[in-house]
């Protein structure tokens, strides 16, 4: 699921790489966004998709806001 492009490593200079500049954290953050897109086959541009609607999957998105921050 998702956008090979977009899932790519931020060595590889995929769109997480835009997302997380030059944060001293970013490759592990990098991942958790990826992961919660990669899960829930997010194909959107923005970084998170729509706003869920259920519970598990708004623990999972927050989680993700917070890698984005």
């Known amino acids: 699921m998702g ?8 060595d590889a200079g995929g769109v997480f790489g835009l997302l997380v500049g ?6 592990g953050h990098a991942r958790t966004v990826a992961a919660y897109r ?3 086959g997010i194909t959107e541009d923005t ?3 729509p706003v869920p609607e259920n519970t598990a999957r708004k623990v999972d998105r927050a989680r993700a806001e917070i ?3």
């Open 47 to 49: 970084s998170l998709g």
């Open 22 to 27: 030059d944060r001293d954290d970013a490759p």
């Open 3 to 10: 956008d090979f492009a977009q899932l790519q490593s931020v």
């Open 38 to 40: 990669d899960r829930y």
């Open 67 to 69: 890698a984005l921050r």
